[in-house]
């Protein structure tokens, strides 16, 4: 029962990675020509990680509620 809600629950954050609605952060790393953008969602990554939690409360939104994180 317990690995069935898991594996459920697993599956669920791959599509829901997959179909990437309503993502809200912009991670940028590197520098160009190696520079790398990544997306992800605030509320996964706030309870996730106590520096993230600290980066998106400073974090300036733009017009559309997107936090961009330079890293």
Same mark, same amino acid.
């Given at each position: 029962? @317990?690995?069935?809600l898991?594996? !459920?629950? *697993?599956?669920? %954050? $791959?599509?829901?990675?997959? !179909?990437?609605?309503?993502?809200?952060?912009?991670?940028? @790393?590197?520098?160009h020509?190696? &520079?790398?953008?990544? !997306? &992800? %969602?605030?509320? $996964?990554? !706030? %309870?996730? *990680?106590? %520096?993230?939690?600290?980066?998106? =409360?400073? &974090? @300036?939104?733009? =017009?559309?509620?997107? *936090?961009r994180?330079?890293?």
């Amino acid at each position: 029962m @317990v690995i069935n809600l898991f594996e !459920k629950l *697993s599956n669920n %954050y $791959i599509e829901l990675f997959e !179909k990437e609605e309503d993502l809200n952060v912009i991670i940028n @790393v590197g520098e160009h020509p190696n &520079a790398k953008e990544f !997306k &992800a %969602y605030s509320g $996964i990554l !706030k %309870y996730r *990680s106590r %520096y993230f939690q600290n980066e998106l =409360t400073n &974090a @300036v939104n733009n =017009t559309k509620g997107i *936090s961009r994180i330079n890293g």
